[in-house]
């Protein structure tokens, strides 16, 4: 079955420096991907919607100067966390599918703690 | 914009009951529907999958349905266990896929 590929898996970092997620499709080739992010007790909230090839097309709310995403090619997205603070701290999780009738698969996400 | 909603937000029972939780969601025009099991820390465990021209899908003690033109979908879960505690979410693909907020299962021994 499809496989998404999501790294690292948790990372630490200071307030004030970026970290860089990246989410890769292994078996698959996926014109579409998303970035959720989840605060503890909450569900996933949609952060961005990225299609191969274009500029990602991000949720109201979320600064798209903030979190950077690029999808180069159709098996890697990655989202960048620039000037990371403590408030960024969540879990955040990709989707990547090659069609929304053939459904979508996670990877297993990425816990940021921001110190 | 889709919004789904997940009712109940929390339930406990005792082990061995049928349980049934229930999804809705806004906008009828949707490709699929999908049932999660998230585990406390956890990532996503993909449960069922049900397309828009589909009616129900089953795997072992789960059940999906889905009616889509009233916007509901329902996951039942036969002779509950322990390992079944977790937060069950459901998701809607339509131009995006949305989640709603999930309901926290307990089964208690």
């Known amino acids: 079955g499809a496989v998404v590929s999501q790294h690292p898996s948790r990372v630490i970092c200071k307030s004030g420096t970026s970290v860089k997620i990246e989410c890769r499709s292994l078996d698959f080739q996926a014109t579409t991907m998303f970035w959720y992010r989840q605060f503890p007790k909450q569900s996933l909230m949609l952060m961005a919607t990225?299609?191969?090839?274009?500029?990602?097309?991000?949720e109201q709310g979320v600064e798209k100067d903030k979190f950077l995403i690029n999808h180069a090619s159709l098996t890697l997205s990655t989202l960048t966390v620039t000037s990371a603070h403590p408030e960024d701290s969540s879990f955040y999780i990709c989707s990547a599918g090659s069609g929304a009738s053939d459904g979508y698969t996670f990877g297993s996400g990425t816990r940021l703690t921001v110190v | 914009k889709q919004e789904v909603t997940q009712i109940p937000a929390a339930l406990s029972v005792p082990e061995g009951e049928n349980l049934v939780l229930n999804c809705s969601f806004t906008?009828?025009?949707?490709?699929?529907l999908q049932w999660f099991r998230q585990d406390p820390g956890k990532g996503l465990t993909s449960l069922l999958l049900?397309?828009?021209?589909?009616r129900e899908q089953t795997s072992g003690r789960l059940n999906a349905s889905l009616d889509k033109s009233s916007g509901r979908s329902t996951l039942y879960i036969a002779a509950s266990q322990p390992g079944d505690s977790a937060t069950y979410l459901c998701?809607?693909?339509?131009?995006?896929?949305?989640f709603g907020a999930g309901t926290r299962l307990t089964v208690k021994p």
């Open positions: 998701a809607v693909s339509g131009n995006d896929m949305r």
């Open positions: 049900i397309q828009s021209s589909q």
């Open positions: 906008d009828s025009a949707i490709y699929n």
């Open positions: 990225s299609n191969e090839g274009s500029k990602a097309t991000y």
